[in-house]
């Protein structure tokens, strides 16, 4: 019996990563085209908004001469959203309720599956209250997060599972965990950043790379750039109303986040790989995905962000945040020469 539970334990957390990963690119691109990402007079039309979808959140900031009418249908990417999320919170209930009867039997232990059901619940809830949380940043930058904590617990307990031998690297393994830490940090703060530039409507404050509309350092707001706005305004045509000198400010704290993560990412990465071994694969797997990501990001600015290739960014830096985790695994569970 402890052996089947330890198997079905097995496949439902390798199944649950996958749909939580795929749960983070479909809210991605749920987020990106509602905010006028792909449209038809694309990108005119980005922070132009549905004023009927959204008709609850814009009678309370509109005028009163906005008539909204029915709410309209989901589309493909948010059904199968709705679909995704529904399955992943059985699976991760059904995670907990096997690591329970396993619990005397030296299984994988409470505590990763019952964190990751929280952070389901807490999505779930948001998902009940916030349906449509366009212009709701605190609510977008919650979900968000949510759904990367929720990521890398899953990816942890399948690190976790799939434990191979201790693993002979340098003296300086210690070291480099130390600074990978700091690098997850660091990761960290730039999704924060990446988020707070959807939330507000800030992904073409600036429309020309090196320079930000051809100025080193263009005329910025940052106070009223990171203020928490609780809910955003919304002209009676559905245009979202952002003050320019606050989203330039967003825009550019994320790009230099973005170049201070590619240097630190880049060091930890060419240190990674002079450990050789397994460590080696994983410092040239940051590589490969910091180089992706840069190139995603000028992309995004020249062509004034496609959907997909915002969409792709989004799912590079969560695969990111999974190899940095996975090397701060790899480094646990090494010993010295």
Same mark, same amino acid.
């Given at each position: 019996?402890?052996?089947?539970?330890?198997?079905?334990?097995?496949?439902?957390? =390798?199944?649950?990563?996958?749909?939580?990963?795929?749960?983070?690119?479909?809210?991605?691109?749920?987020?990106?085209?509602?905010?006028?990402?792909?449209? &038809?007079?694309?990108? &005119?039309?980005?922070?132009?908004? &549905?004023?009927?979808?959204?008709?609850?959140?814009?009678?309370?900031?509109?005028?009163?001469?906005? #008539?909204?009418?029915?709410?309209?249908?989901?589309?493909?990417?948010?059904?199968?959203?709705?679909?995704?999320?529904?399955?992943?919170?059985?699976?991760?209930?059904? +995670?907990?309720?096997?690591?329970?009867? #396993?619990?005397?039997?030296?299984?994988?232990?409470?505590?990763?599956?019952?964190?990751?059901?929280?952070? =389901?619940?807490?999505?779930? *809830?948001?998902?009940?209250?916030? $349906?449509?949380?366009?212009?709701?940043?605190?609510?977008?930058?919650?979900?968000? /997060?949510?759904?990367?904590?929720?990521?890398?617990?899953?990816?942890?307990?399948?690190?976790?599972?799939?434990?191979?031998?201790?693993? &002979?690297?340098?003296?300086?393994?210690? =070291?480099?965990?130390?600074?990978?830490?700091?690098? /997850?940090?660091?990761?960290? *703060?730039? =999704?924060?950043?990446? $988020?707070?530039?959807?939330?507000?409507?800030?992904?073409?404050?600036?429309?020309?790379?090196?320079?930000?509309?051809?100025?080193?350092?263009?005329?910025?707001?940052?106070?009223?750039?990171?203020?928490?706005?609780?809910?955003?305004?919304?002209?009676?045509?559905?245009?979202?109303? !952002?003050? #320019?000198?606050?989203?330039?400010?967003?825009?550019?704290?994320?790009?230099?986040?973005?170049? +201070?993560?590619? +240097?630190?990412?880049?060091?930890?990465?060419?240190?990674?790989?002079?450990? $050789?071994?397994?460590?080696?694969?994983?410092?040239?797997?940051?590589?490969?995905?910091?180089?992706? #990501? !840069?190139?995603?990001?000028?992309?995004?600015?020249?062509?004034?962000?496609? /959907? $997909?290739?915002? !969409?792709?960014?989004?799912?590079?830096?969560?695969?990111?945040?999974?190899?940095? /985790?996975?090397?701060?695994?790899?480094?646990?569970?090494?010993?010295?020469?």
């Amino acid at each position: 019996m402890s052996s089947r539970l330890s198997s079905l334990f097995s496949k439902l957390v =390798t199944v649950s990563l996958v749909l939580s990963f795929a749960l983070i690119v479909l809210s991605s691109h749920m987020r990106l085209s509602n905010q006028g990402l792909g449209c &038809d007079d694309w990108p &005119d039309c980005y922070g132009r908004i &549905d004023i009927v979808k959204y008709a609850g959140d814009i009678a309370a900031t509109a005028s009163r001469s906005l #008539q909204p009418g029915t709410l309209a249908p989901p589309t493909a990417v948010e059904r199968a959203h709705r679909g995704v999320a529904s399955a992943l919170l059985v699976l991760i209930a059904a +995670l907990v309720i096997v690591a329970w009867r #396993q619990r005397k039997d030296s299984g994988p232990g409470m505590t990763l599956p019952l964190a990751a059901l929280a952070v =389901t619940l807490f999505l779930a *809830v948001l998902g009940v209250l916030y $349906g449509s949380p366009l212009l709701r940043p605190p609510v977008v930058m919650a979900n968000l /997060l949510g759904g990367m904590a929720l990521l890398g617990l899953l990816w942890w307990l399948h690190l976790s599972l799939s434990r191979g031998p201790a693993v &002979d690297v340098s003296a300086g393994a210690e =070291t480099l965990r130390k600074w990978a830490l700091l690098g /997850l940090a660091l990761i960290v *703060v730039q =999704t924060v950043l990446g $988020g707070w530039v959807s939330s507000n409507f800030s992904a073409l404050a600036c429309s020309t790379f090196p320079l930000c509309n051809g100025l080193l350092w263009p005329e910025m707001d940052i106070p009223a750039g990171f203020t928490l706005r609780h809910l955003l305004a919304v002209s009676p045509e559905g245009r979202v109303i !952002v003050e #320019q000198a606050a989203t330039m400010a967003v825009h550019m704290v994320h790009r230099l986040g973005a170049v +201070l993560v590619l +240097l630190f990412m880049g060091w930890l990465g060419y240190r990674a790989l002079k450990l $050789g071994g397994r460590i080696r694969g994983l410092g040239m797997a940051i590589l490969a995905l910091l180089a992706l #990501q !840069v190139l995603l990001g000028m992309t995004i600015i020249i062509f004034s962000a496609p /959907l $997909g290739v915002v !969409v792709t960014h989004n799912a590079t830096a969560a695969l990111l945040w999974l190899t940095l /985790l996975a090397l701060i695994y790899r480094l646990l569970q090494s010993r010295r020469h």
